[in-house]
């Protein structure tokens, strides 16, 4: 607070070229039943962009925290720049010159881009003068090339402009280290292209980059220069990324040849399911975000509602659920109109829901798995009796769910925020396809999931087709839009561009639809 | 080195008991500060309060009556709490049950007692109940925020008290600021001689229910899935609705259970000042019990004696009046303050 250097000084500050940064010894993380981290070393050197790779659950986000001063390792040490530390919080880290980008971005979107960077920022003195700081920022943005509007509010900014406004925030604190987290997953192509070449700015500016990569195999191979496979909470491998494929990466993080296998079989379509018309419906800031979608699904039907995240694919799902309702339109389920019925009813007539946030809607992390799967049972008389819960039939049920989709987790009464986001998903998807639905609406369902656990949830998909299950997908993957809809469905705005049946529909027209050109 | 809080990574059920018994070390360090400016030995004054509390029959005795009613106020913030509501109402349910008891009481005065008893503790109950329905309603229907309309909700209720007594309909002609006395018939039995009526096991008896409502139900499983997570309740179908009216009407009659109590066993008039804020122990308390409906047992009791061995400051030793809320009020703050250690601990080691 009391000299007037434009950046902090620390422990990192004045990096050489090729000078070890960052330095990790055996560290060794367990959770109840699972060893998250299993003895792993890692160095990263100045100038160089080394990722980290590795399916959900491999250790990545724990390793992460471990680094970032969220949690503490059990055993192992972490060196910076040769010097053993403890990094008890993200203050410690801060302190130390790392820096952290999250993949759900900590930024507030009522005050502007400067006033986010300025957040935290340990220089800050009792006066705030934002001029000084906007200057020193601005140079901050020349340097690595970053362009975004200090003024602007965040939430007029886009995801990728939002992230970028994190990056600096990292750096104007002083990081020499920065580590991001999934750092392409919220951004559109073009985004993606800026900020690979932003991070190799500041590679050649001495820094030190860790980005951490589920499943894009491409962008680790375009910008690193090292990267380390995880799985299972163990190192795999480590190569120079000039000696990778993307197949031999694929294959050390699987552990086996990964060819994507999509079990198609050919189903006949049945009667009508589910028929909409005309629906309507506003977000949560009250603007339109259904503007009369009309279309109907079969039995044995996959349907691909697809689009560009926030075109109103997640208000159609809470609509045809019951958790949002409409401002005009109507849904018939099987003959019947279930417009004002209640969630419970909707559960009750057959209906299914898969929602796009597992965390936040689909499960309870500090409820036990049983007590999660319990969700869909509480009122179910073969595990209820008068008002009296079964919890052992349910524990029986629910070890046999676990098992028959491959959920990993030590034990049933493991809680659900111990699993990894693959497991989590496919134990949402296990409590509602158990419950025989005739529709089932899926949104999102392998967004941010692994190879492994994409090719299961798709399967399974297609295994609803020959229980005669309608299936509403939402998808923002053209692939998986494409591989397993029966009819295509692009939406922008609020609305459906067309209804394509798979024949007719191919990846250049569906990818025109869905931004919104439609071509004569 | 500047002490620092660092995030916990883990908390389990044996944390809640070390951070209680800190919180209450520092609170007796305090309080013992209390005694030295009185020039009282602190070993000396927490030895008359215990002593008394929990080693004469007298004090025994006037211990475990006094706890029927703490308990039940601790169940009524208990219960919400698990859904996720604050009920700050306890006081004021407990009040509309003394005022429904008393309204039986006064209608029918001259039936067998044990006829009248249970329509006076049902009364207490429905009176209670529809105290707690009101904010349940609010909540639910309107989103009315619940702290707030149970908090003022006190207040209606003690000046409805206040209207009925000082001068008003069931005014006592001949005293001031109470009602007439209820029959003899309308006041409850007591356990031989100790003073203690048979109301103890039904508070008992409602706790151990509510620990299997909790536990084993339905009903039990809703509210604790919205406790933990309102939006994956709602996604599966629970209603909100239902939640908060259930949990405010359990507490409801709870609290108006403790009024019948206070009314029957104790002053046999209704007063305004029928129970001197226990609603709000029953927040301390519950806290005190991590919301565990067993524990809340012990805690009650525990706390119920330590308040009622604090009389022993001004009598035996000649303290200020006043001095046990003082006490009280100590012990609420280093627990509450002592919460923060839930997901925090502190850290004094220096910096990497």
């Known amino acids: 607070m009391r000299d007037d250097t434009k950046q902090q000084e620390n422990i990192l500050s004045g990096l050489k070229r090729g000078e070890t940064v960052l330095e990790l010894r055996g560290i060794t993380k367990k959770f109840p039943g699972v060893i998250a981290n299993d003895h792993i070393d890692f160095d990263i050197k100045a100038g160089e962009i080394h990722a980290i790779l590795g399916e959900n659950g491999a250790g990545k986000t724990t390793l992460m925290n471990i680094i970032y001063g969220l949690l503490q390792p059990d055993e192992g040490e972490i060196y910076i720049r040769g010097k053993k530390v403890q990094i008890n919080s993200p203050l410690d880290s801060i302190a130390l010159g790392i820096g952290m980008v999250h993949q759900h971005l900590k930024v507030i979107p009522a005050l502007t881009a400067i006033e986010n960077i300025l957040l935290g920022y340990p220089k800050l003195g009792r006066i705030l003068d934002i001029n000084k700081a906007k200057k020193e920022v601005s140079e901050l ?21 939002q992230q970028t406004v994190e990056i600096i925030r990292a750096l104007y604190q002083g990081a020499k280290l920065l580590i991001l987290d999934e750092p392409t997953s919220v951004l559109t192509p073009p985004e993606t292209v800026k900020l690979l070449k932003s991070l190799k700015a500041m590679a050649k500016n001495e820094l030190a980059v860790i980005p951490f990569i589920t499943h894009k195999l491409p962008v680790v191979l375009e910008i690193s220069d090292r990267v ?4 299972n909470g163990k190192v795999v491998g480590r190569l120079k990324t000039k000696d990778a494929t993307e197949k031999i990466l694929a294959k050390k993080m699987v552990g086996r040849e990964v060819v994507f296998r999509i079990k198609r079989s050919s189903v006949k379509i049945g009667k009508t399911i589910l028929e909409v018309k005309g629906l309507f419906a506003l977000n949560d800031r009250g603007a339109p975000a259904l503007n009369g979608v ?9 349907f691909s509602v697809i689009g560009v995240t926030g075109n109103g694919q997640q208000e159609l799902a809470e609509v045809l659920m019951g958790l949002r309702k409409p401002t005009g339109g109507s849904i018939i389920f099987q003959g019947e109109n279930v417009t004002n019925y209640s969630i419970k009813k909707r559960w009750d007539k057959g209906i299914g829901y898969v929602p796009s946030d597992r965390v936040g809607v689909g499960s309870a992390g500090e409820l036990s798995l049983v007590k999660n799967i319990a969700m869909d049972l509480y009122h179910d008389s073969e595990f209820v009796s008068r008002g009296i819960i079964d919890y052992k039939k349910i524990k029986k049920y629910s070890e046999k769910l676990i098992s028959d989709f491959n959920v990993k987790a030590p034990s049933v009464t493991t809680l659900a925020s111990h699993l990894s986001g693959g497991n989590l998903q496919k134990l949402i998807l296990a409590r509602v396809i158990s419950r025989r639905p005739k529709l089932l609406i899926a949104d999102l369902p392998t967004h941010g999931l692994d190879v492994g656990a994409t090719e299961f949830v798709q399967n399974k998909l297609l295994d609803l087709k020959k229980d005669k299950v309608a299936v ?31 024949k007719n529909a191919s990846k250049e027209k569906v990818g025109a639809l869905m931004a919104g050109v439609r071509r004569g | 080195m500047r002490p620092r809080l660092i995030r916990r990574e883990k908390y389990g059920a044996f944390d809640n008991v070390k951070i209680v018994l800190i919180s209450m070390v520092i609170a007796f360090a305090i309080l013992s500060i209390v005694f030295l400016q009185a020039n009282i030995d602190p070993f000396k004054g927490f030895g008359q309060i215990f002593n008394f509390a929990f080693a004469t029959n007298v004090g025994l005795f006037l211990t475990i009556r006094r706890t029927v009613p703490l308990l039940l106020v601790t169940l009524a913030y208990i219960i919400p709490a698990k859904g996720g509501l604050w009920n700050i109402g306890g006081e004021g349910q407990l009040f509309m049950g003394a005022t429904f008891a008393t309204g039986v009481a006064f209608a029918l005065p001259d039936l067998s007692p044990i006829l009248l008893l249970p329509l006076m503790a049902i009364g207490a109950m429905v009176g209670g109940a529809s105290w707690g329905a009101i904010v349940g309603y609010l909540k639910g229907k309107l989103n009315v925020n619940e702290v707030i309309a149970s908090l003022l909700l006190n207040y209606v209720a003690i000046v409805l008290v206040k209207y009925l007594t000082w001068g008003g309909p069931w005014g006592d002609p001949k005293g001031q600021a109470e009602s007439g006395p209820i029959s003899v018939n309308a006041m409850l039995p007591k356990i031989g001689n100790t003073g203690i009526p048979p109301t103890i096991f039904f508070a008992l008896g409602f706790a151990i229910i509510i620990y299997f409502i909790l536990k084993k139900t339905s009903l039990g499983y809703q509210i604790e899935l919205y406790g933990h997570n309102p939006k994956a309740a709602n996604y599966v179908g629970v209603s909100f609705l239902k939640i908060s009216l259930a949990t405010m009407i359990i507490a409801g009659a709870m609290a108006g259970f403790a009024g019948f109590h206070q009314l029957s066993s104790d002053t046999a008039r209704l007063r305004a000042d029928i129970s001197p804020g226990w609603g709000y122990y029953g927040i301390v308390f519950a806290l005190f019990a991590n919301l565990n409906v067993l524990a809340a047992i012990i805690v009650s009791f525990f706390l119920t004696g330590f308040i009622v061995g604090n009389t022993m400051l001004q009598i035996n030793l000649g303290m200020n009046f006043g001095v046990e809320e003082l006490f009280i009020g100590v012990i609420m703050l280093c627990l509450v303050g002592g919460q923060l250690l839930k997901r925090y601990r502190i850290s004094f080691k220096k910096i990497g």
Do not use: N
Request: net charge negative; charged share 30%.
């Open chain 1, 228 to 231: 380390t496979v995880l799985r």
């Open chain 1, 294 to 302: 009309s279309f109907s699904i079969h039995e044995g039907e996959i």
């Open chain 1, 141 to 161: 943005c020349k340097k690595y090339g970053f362009k975004v509007d200090l003024d602007a509010k965040l939430w007029q900014l886009s995801a990728g402009e």
């Open chain 1, 472 to 502: 509403l997908l939402i998808s923002e993957d053209l692939d998986e839009a494409l591989s397993l809809g029966d009819k295509i469905a692009p939406i922008y705005e609020g609305k459906f561009m067309d209804i394509l049946s798979k």
